[in-house]
């Protein structure tokens, strides 16, 4: 009887938390669809300053790349060469007839009530009667992914440069309290994201090209960002072959970024320890420190166990490392 109602109280968990991820997933889906998508693959010597400077004329739009490309949930921006980055930009829309602005919400923003940023995107459009024929122009919904430290003020400096234009987000999110949770997702609508005339004209040499590498990769990092979250509630609830299975499966996915992949090696050995399987825990600890050599693991929230085979981990490498040369010398 006791079993029973531990798994009639799983099942309710994970169906709760299932019927959210299809509900947030949904959402986002409606919200960055028919955008144009450009990507673009990092080259030795490039930052994210410069590539914002590249495509927008403006550095400091990195923090927008950030964000759109997931480069910080998981503890850091950073870029390496071969990386593939979608840019995001704003969007047109030539009005047809009978359309109107909730209309055209509806459409490109899953929400008629959102109409507000289009109408404050074309003041030269007055009124709510659109000319059939225009071009107007639609602001893009950066997804912004909340920390423990975020509140929409802070949002608000970050991509406007304007704490006071929190409202802005806050009315096309539809919230009702200020307060934001860690990992909570929010739309974050961008009027003047604007590629720079040489990035337009690279962007149209090849379009189905770079829609088809972007739509990927904004599908993988959609992934990532439902699939870690249930990779560590596996941890917590000690189901070590679960985790596993699932680490492995996004591991296969040649898109992860240096974080992503990092974070998930981590928490492979952690399952790989549980499992009393040093050996393995090492093995992916070996190859968290190619990613990141200067790795080393926070002992509040990280066992003893686990930080000792790292330091294995670091001995071995630095011994594979050292042996090589005298191998490639030995060879020739």
């Known amino acids: 009887m006791k079993m029973r109602q531990i798994l009639a109280e799983l099942m309710s968990k994970w169906t709760l938390w299932l019927f959210v991820v299809l509900i947030v997933n949904f959402n986002l889906n409606l919200a960055l669809a028919d955008f144009p998508l450009v990507v673009h693959v990092v080259k030795n010597g490039e930052t994210l300053a410069s590539i914002a400077e590249q495509y927008y004329g403006d550095a400091k739009k990195e923090a927008i790349l950030v964000a759109e490309n997931g480069l910080e949930v998981h503890g850091g921006a950073r870029i390496v060469a071969g990386l593939r980055l979608v840019i995001p930009s704003v969007g047109y829309h030539r009005v047809a007839a009978g359309e109107s602005w909730a209309s055209i919400a509806e459409k490109y923003y899953g929400n008629p009530s ?196 790292l330091e294995e981990a670091r001995r071995r490498l630095a011994s594979q490392q050292s042996d090589a040369p005298q191998s490639q010398a030995a060879s020739n």
């Open 114 to 309: 959102r109409a507000f940023v289009l109408q404050e995107a074309n003041p030269s459009i007055v009124g709510s009667n659109l000319p059939e024929g225009a071009e107007i122009l639609l602001p893009y919904p950066l997804r912004h992914v909340a920390d423990q430290r975020d509140t929409l003020e802070r949002i608000a400096k970050r991509y406007y440069e304007d704490a006071g234009a929190f409202s802005i987000i806050r009315r096309f999110n539809g919230l009702r309290n200020p307060r934001l949770f860690r990992g909570q997702v929010v739309l974050v609508p961008l009027f003047n994201l604007i590629l720079t005339e040489g990035a337009r004209l690279r962007a149209s040499q090849n379009p189905e090209q770079a829609c088809e590498h972007a739509a990927s990769i904004r599908s993988l990092q959609e992934r990532v960002h439902l699939e870690i979250p249930v990779i560590q509630e596996y941890l917590r609830e000690g189901h070590y072959v679960e985790a596993i299975a699932a680490g492995n499966r996004l591991l296969g996915n040649e898109g992860l970024d240096v974080e992503q992949r990092t974070s998930i090696l981590i928490m492979l050995a952690t399952a790989y320890i549980a499992l009393e399987n040093r050996e393995l825990a090492v093995q992916a600890l070996i190859e968290a420190l190619r990613l990141k050599k200067n790795l080393s693991l926070d002992p509040r929230r990280v066992s003893p166990a686990v930080r000792s085979a």
